[in-house]
């Protein structure tokens, strides 16, 4: 972490001329000056540039609260975490306040009997902005005393009465002051919570138990939320959906190559995996969320893919093990095995009952289909297809080795040019089998070549 500021009292602090921002205000100039200059402002998003990223930042300008509002695993939180970039790399708080009051403005009991006492003595110490940020995902046994607060019955015990407002210990909600705090699936919250949310997103401050207590909180809060016809587990009350300044819409990733390249930032990948391969996962990802047989409501999460992406290069690391490979690369053969890995993260529709795995088994062809087709559906091919003329066959699997593959087919007229075609390195033998691997699986799915599969492999042949 970069090193703090020097100054340890509010005198020094006052000396070095440093100014006071609301949150709100530090967000919205902040934005404003990397809007200026063109810096990057929400790392690591991908495919919302033109569509929400607008509407975000037309929110923080205007100082406003929002809800993100969209299907499950469409970067929701991933969006909310990156707006701590927005905030100042360190802030000044009084040393020991539980909810980080500015050295210039203490808002609870004990830090304004502090200052009153120690004047320009004031301890002073810096929060990194990391540490500015506070989560919770709503569930149903959250209670007011989690977000908010309640009475600290080990204070009670020191000595103090109860109607001393310093018996309390904050919640969640007031230890992010001057942060930015995020309510993760707010459907969940049962609508009583909810309503202890109304003073802090209207009036700026909180209510516990039967204390005057009034707490002017400097915060940003922002809540995410499925589409409420889904969920059907919840609903954001009226009172508090009216209090926020902007409901977002997120979105899947509208193009293939948007969907791409969240796979290839995402993925956590233990071997090779081609980037053709990547793309068929992409596309299958695509084709299960457009299909009918598919809960359009629930949404097929983009975890969905990259843990397609990430079965498939355990399977090439698996081979590698078995068979003693140096450099594990996936093939074609890896693919089916990300069908029933995946079908637990897809809702069907009920009238698919038991067809489960055979529509996946389905998309997944038509995405290798028209990969090949992008790929390869004009490349010749005569070369690869010599080798079946003689009426001969081909063995493949998923434990045979790259090198015996290769073997197997032996010389293959024209093996530079599909590769060049995949964008594939021509000096690895794994790459080399895992363009005629996904070649000869094309020419299968296009009727050039008929395969026959067993539990050892599949047979390729005329």
């Known amino acids: 972490m970069p090193s703090q500021p020097r100054e340890t009292t509010l005198a020094e602090l006052l000396a070095s001329g440093h100014v006071h921002r609301p949150v709100k205000t530090e967000l919205r100039e902040n934005l404003l000056s990397r809007l200026k200059t063109g810096e990057k402002r929400f790392p690591g998003i991908v495919g919302f540039d033109e569509t929400v990223l607008p509407h975000v930042e037309r929110a923080l300008l205007a100082g406003h609260d929002l809800v993100l509002l969209g299907e499950r695993g469409q970067g929701k939180t991933r969006l909310i975490r990156t707006l701590i970039g927005l905030l100042d790399e360190w802030t000044p708080v009084i040393a020991g306040c539980e909810i980080n009051d500015h050295p210039f403005e203490p808002v609870c009991i004990r830090c304004k009997r502090l200052a009153e006492e120690a004047g320009g003595d004031l301890p002073v110490v810096w929060r990194h902005r990391e540490e500015r940020y506070g989560e919770k995902l709503a569930t149903p046994d959250t209670s007011v005393g989690d977000l908010i607060g309640d009475v600290d019955p080990i204070k009670v015990a020191e000595g103090r009465t109860l109607g001393d407002p310093e018996t309390v210990h904050y919640g969640l909600v007031p230890r992010t002051n001057r942060g930015i705090f995020a309510v993760n699936e707010l459907p969940d919250l049962a609508e009583r919570i909810q309503v202890a949310l109304l003073n802090v997103l209207e009036e700026r401050d909180v209510q516990i138990r039967g204390y005057s207590l009034r707490l002017p909180l400097d915060l940003l809060l922002i809540a995410s939320a499925n589409p409420e016809d889904y969920t059907n587990r919840g609903r954001i009350i009226t009172p508090l959906k009216d209090r926020f300044g902007a409901e977002i819409r997120t979105h899947y990733p509208l193009e293939l190559a948007t969907e791409l390249d969240l796979v290839v930032q995402e993925a956590d990948l233990v071997a090779e995996v081609p980037r053709h391969l990547l793309e068929v996962i992409a596309r299958f990802t695509r084709l299960v969320r457009e299909s009918k047989a598919v809960d359009a409501r629930s949404g097929v999460s983009a975890r969905f893919s990259v843990a397609g992406a990430e079965t498939v290069a355990a399977g090439a690391l698996r081979r590698a093990a078995l068979a003693g490979e140096e ?23 009920v009238s698919e009952e038991g067809r489960e795995q055979e529509v996946l088994e389905h998309l997944l062809r038509r995405a290798v289909a028209e990969t090949f087709r992008r790929h390869l559906g004009g490349a010749d091919l005569s070369g690869l297809l010599e080798r079946f003329d003689a009426g001969e066959s081909v063995d493949t699997g998923e434990l045979v080795p790259s090198a015996e593959l290769l073997r197997r087919l032996g010389p293959v007229r024209g093996l530079a040019k599909l590769m060049e075609l995949l964008d594939l390195d021509g000096d690895s033998p794994g790459q080399a089998a895992a363009a005629l691997e996904f070649a000869l699986e094309g020419l299968y799915l296009t009727r050039r070549l008929s395969k026959d599969v067993s539990g050892e492999g599949s047979t390729y042949r005329t």
């Open 327 to 349: 450099r594990a690369v996936a093939r074609a053969c890896d693919l089916p095995a990300v069908v029933p890995s995946l079908m637990g993260k897809v809702e069907f529709e």
